[in-house]
């Protein structure tokens, strides 16, 4: 039973919703009242409508199918080049919009901070963009011949006027001998970007594991394997994350194989269906090839969570728990090895932390994957939600947060602007969208889409305890 004053901080934040959506016409009121939920426990899941077209006229922090694809899934992918096919804008407004750090040479052997083009104008849209496109891989493969592999992020133009992105590709990798892969994520189809990351899976399913399959068969794909295997799947590498989650698997005995799309390469993708087990970082974004390996290779997989010390033991003895007792025993030391610097880590920022409060919003997996994180420090969350999450992200949320939280699906610009106002939070950790305008209200914030440009940092670092953190 939720005790009285629980109950009475849920009707006043149930209140303050109803507040908050009176601004609204009625018809957009009722529409966006399915959106925003105050999480009552023992309830199985968020109580608020997700996936679902946002409403016109409003600012939303959505992206588009393109930017799901080329900006999150394929675009990290180190060794490939990664065209968008149509006007300039998307392709513009897209490049090196996050910070997927790679080891490498640009424009030798890696590409992740490169722009390519098809730079669409009036005449292609009349007449396709198909020859265009066959000559453009034909240039780059002169151009950049280290390259080990193409992949075509269409444009809304593309899916309109039809062009057959799929019988270039098949045409331009006969003649190149590398992988090319369309991806028909035009920015019109779906709700958000979500779709995008849907489509871009499909398009590894279809275009990257039957090559995989086939070249197993001949013979061309050699791979040795061991009882040890894992896949990192769904880490971006923003600012270093994969390396950070690499270093820990890696000192626990597992044999990282590949890791994608951060720092990720074809080939590392071509080898994934060989491991063992698939650790998925990001569920919303790659849940769906995970799905697919298991069902066609039987791979099972694993969501985990690398943020904050007490996550990151639980996922370390939950993932060594799927293996032999010699990993069950590397778990216990590497918790052992690192608990010093956790415990001088929390004494140090708790006693100033404790109590304080925190207002979240971001895409992605972070909306719960964090709130342990800042509950370490002694902070409570009392507003989370995504931009473009499923009803399942929700279900996922409910282990997380509090009685009492408020949770917003899609929030518009006013909703949260209205929210924080009568919160009054300590910290916004929300992304660069939103980020101007809490610190114009004098509000602390953090950027949760790419670390304020700060820890963790490339690998070479000396120290790897900074990483085991992420904070």
Same mark, same amino acid.
């Given at each position: ?15 303050? =919703? ?9 018809? *957009? ?8 939920? /105050? ?7 968020? %109580? ?22 080329? %900006? ?8 490939? &080049?990664?065209?968008?096919? %149509? ?24 590409? !992740?901070? #490169?722009?390519?083009? +098809? ?38 133009? &593309? ?13 331009? +990798? ?24 849907? &489509? ?7 275009? $990257? ?9 001949? !013979? ?9 295997? $894992? ?6 590498? =923003?600012? !270093? ?24 390469? =074809? ?17 919303? +974004?790659?849940?769906? =090839? ?34 032999? +007792? ?25 006693? @100033? ?8 919003? /971001? ?15 002694? #902070?409570?969350?009392?507003?989370? %939600? ?79 305890? *900074? @990483?085991?953190?992420?904070?």
């Amino acid at each position: 039973m939720t005790p009285p004053e629980n109950q009475n901080i849920i009707e006043e934040r149930k209140e303050l =919703i109803k507040e908050v959506l009176s601004a609204y016409p009625e018809k *957009a009121a009722k529409k966006r009242e399915k959106h925003l939920n /105050v999480y009552e426990e023992g309830k199985s899941d968020c %109580g608020v409508k997700s996936n679902i077209k946002s409403l016109p006229g409003v600012m939303t922090a959505r992206g588009c199918a393109y930017a799901g694809s080329k %900006g999150v899934v394929w675009g990290p992918i180190k060794d490939m &080049i990664h065209i968008s096919h %149509g006007p300039v804008g998307c392709g513009y407004w897209s490049w090196s919009g996050r910070r997927n750090y790679y080891i490498g040479t640009t424009g030798v052997d890696t590409f !992740g901070t #490169m722009h390519f083009t +098809s730079d669409f104008q009036e005449r292609d849209i009349v007449f396709g963009g198909d020859k265009k496109l066959t000559k453009l891989i034909q240039e780059l493969e002169v151009l950049f011949p280290l390259n080990r592999g193409v992949s075509i992020q269409s444009e809304c133009p &593309i899916g309109l006027i039809g062009d057959d992105i799929e019988a270039v590709a098949r045409n331009t +990798s006969k003649q190149i001998g590398k992988p090319v892969v369309p991806v028909r994520c035009e920015g019109f189809r779906g709700v958000s970007q979500s779709l995008g990351h849907h &489509i871009a899976n499909d398009m590894v399913r279809d275009w $990257v594991f039957t090559r995989a399959d086939k070249e197993k068969k001949e !013979g061309k794909l050699q791979f040795e394997s061991t009882p040890y295997d $894992v896949a990192i799947i769904g880490d971006y590498n =923003i600012g !270093g994350d994969a390396w950070a989650s690499r270093i820990l698997l890696e000192e626990l005995g597992l044999r990282v194989v590949a890791q994608w799309s951060g720092d990720g390469t =074809i080939n590392e993708m071509l080898m994934t269906p060989n491991v063992k087990m698939n650790l998925i970082h990001c569920y919303r +974004s790659m849940n769906y =090839i995970s799905r697919h390996m298991e069902e066609a290779y039987g791979i099972p997989w694993l969501e985990y969570n690398f943020f904050g010390p007490t996550k990151i033991a639980e996922s370390l003895r939950e993932i060594a728990s799927k293996f032999d +007792s010699k990993i069950q025993e590397n778990a216990e030391k590497l918790i052992a090895k690192y608990q010093p610097t956790m415990d001088a880590i929390v004494a140090k920022y708790r006693p @100033r932390l404790e109590g304080k409060t925190v207002a979240m919003m /971001v895409g992605g997996l972070r909306p719960r994957h964090v709130v342990p994180a800042f509950q370490d420090l002694g #902070m409570k969350m009392i507003g989370t %939600g995504y931009e473009f999450a499923h009803n399942d992200d929700y279900k996922r949320t409910t282990h997380y947060i509090e009685n009492g939280t408020i949770v917003y699906d899609d929030v518009t610009a006013y909703e949260f602007e209205e929210f924080v106002k009568a919160l009054k939070p300590d910290l916004i950790a929300s992304g660069v969208k939103e980020k101007y305008v809490f610190q114009k209200m004098g509000l602390p914030f953090r950027q949760m889409h790419s670390w304020d440009y700060s820890e963790p940092s490339d690998r070479s670092s000396k120290s790897s305890n *900074a @990483r085991f953190f992420r904070w």
